[in-house]
């Protein structure tokens, strides 16, 4: 089974992560920009961040045999930091023409203030010029409330909510994601947002359509093997291998693909690796035997 796992932090993982995440048969990810943990204090930081995104951490999972997508936007959090907000939307629209950038994201509400707000609705705007999809955060706090804002955001930008997934829902929020026309994402984490029992229900009481599957896996505690952990939920309570291929693969496949700059509807495979390359003069081994191997 080929796995798009179209919500990961890779930035925050080991290399360890991407040999496990590759013999589980995820084939292809989107890392989101996203908070690092620690407020940033130079829009200089943030360029430094979009160029690994769209370099080194594109050139280390390939060396694993995985696609490597990214989004890019001023995450939530940091819109509420006057000394860096202004300047990082300066910066986007030269990465968002990056060749692997499939998206504007994760752009939304955390604590939904009103320089929240308007930083949400200015990259809306901007997807909206740059013909790109939009990845959405929804809230940890007062979730249903900031799916309620977030959908009328979407509707005042005149974006084809079609073009926008709603992620991290739950079964409060589901609904009003789905009634919207937006695709609703959800995090399968340890803990916390969503689980696998708790998934698979919602799969059987509302389908596959447009509706998707991630780990989020971040600096936190999560794992990025929830995907793959979560379709086999989904195969032991019987659920069909037609509904599970749709979750894995299609369902993410076909929103990104509206970016135009997805190449995976016919390689549906591991990229062929070659452990001897380096990026910028650096390898992802210490020593190690580097591993050769054809697409497959």
């Known amino acids: 089974m080929k796995i798009f796992d179209h919500h990961v932090h890779m930035t925050s993982r080991t290399t ?28 200089g930081t943030f360029e430094d961040y979009f160029l690994s995104l769209v370099g ?6 390939s060396q694993f045999g995985i696609h490597h997508y990214c989004t890019i936007g001023l995450n939530p959090k940091e819109a ?56 959405i955060h929804t809230p940890h706090r007062d979730k249903k409330e900031g799916v309620r804002n977030t959908i009328a955001a979407v509707k005042a930008s005149g974006i084809d909510p079609a073009w926008v997934l709603v992620d991290h829902n739950n079964e409060e929020t589901i609904e009003l994601t789905l009634d919207s026309g937006c695709w609703a994402g959800h995090s399968i984490y340890p803990g916390t947002k969503m689980d696998e029992t708790r998934m698979v229900a919602l799969i059987r009481r509302y389908g596959t359509e447009r509706i998707t599957i991630n780990s989020a896996a971040d600096w936190g505690i999560s794992d990025p093997l929830k995907v793959p952990k979560t379709l086999a939920a989904m195969r032991s309570a019987g659920l069909g ?48 035997q580097p591993t050769v191997e054809p697409r497959r």
């Open 16 to 43: 360890d992560d991407y040999q496990g995440m590759a013999a589980a048969g995820i084939v292809a990810i989107v890392e989101p920009s996203f908070w690092l943990g620690q407020p940033r204090t130079h829009v």
């Open 241 to 288: 291998e037609d509904v599970i291929e749709t979750i894995a693969w299609r369902n993410p496949v076909a929103f990104f693909a509206q970016s135009e700059r997805l190449e995976l509807l016919n390689k549906a495979d591991h990229l062929a690796i070659d452990q001897r390359a380096l990026w910028q003069g650096n390898s992802v081994l210490r020593g190690q």
């Open 56 to 61: 080194w951490e594109r050139f280390r999972a």
């Open 80 to 135: 509420n930091n006057p000394s860096v907000a202004a300047g990082v939307m300066e910066l986007l629209p030269i990465y968002l023409e990056k060749e692997s950038c499939v998206a504007v994201g994760e752009i939304g509400f955390d604590d939904q203030t009103p320089a929240e707000t308007r930083y949400f609705e200015a990259q809306l705007e901007l997807a909206r010029k740059s013909r790109l999809p939009v990845l």
